[in-house]
């Protein structure tokens, strides 16, 4: 008996210990769900200081059917949008956001390439991207490949994106998919990004301010 009440305290510090641990537990991986839902979000805050590691080789074919990498665009600014042809309305304003800023820019134009990558390679084939970037800008290129390819991409440049069903679609899905506008340097580097909502002027200003 003596014995047995000289171990309790041991049981009860135990115990604390355990339900501690569960605690810490816990509270780690909830941060790591917060962490995710942050990176799924459509506010196109980044955060820390400085410069986000954003972008990164790729391989992709453009809407001709053309292979081409991130190569190709050396020495031109990129301006590069996510999305897909099927999006209602997001994608759309978006591209027509980036055509505007282009307008804007006047001569400096030719200086920026605009991108359209799809994160729908299975709808989006070089032939329905033909048809769909030529609405928004002559200049404007399309990109699809292999899903595999387009994952790489879209994790290089921190791109959520998700096949989420939709009755109303008819092809029974939708694509879910972060909004934002890079703008990428002549080496490929990131230089900034445009949240949804940016207006052609200011993005025209931002990139003015930027490649000159
Ligand atoms: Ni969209």
Redesign the pocket.
Known sequence: MKRLRSLIPTFVMLFLLVVAAGVAVWLWSAGDEMAVQTEAGQTGQATGTGTPAIGGPFALTDQTGKRVTEKDFTGKYMLIYF??TF??????T?LQVMSGALDELGADATKVQPIFVTVDPDRDTPEVLARYVKQFNPRLVGLTGSAQDIAAIAKEYRVYYEKVKDDSSSDDYS?D?S?IIYLMGPDGGFLTFFPPGTSPEKMAEKIKSLIQ
């Open positions: 999305g897909f999006c209602p309305d997001v994608c759309p978006e694509m998919h909004s």
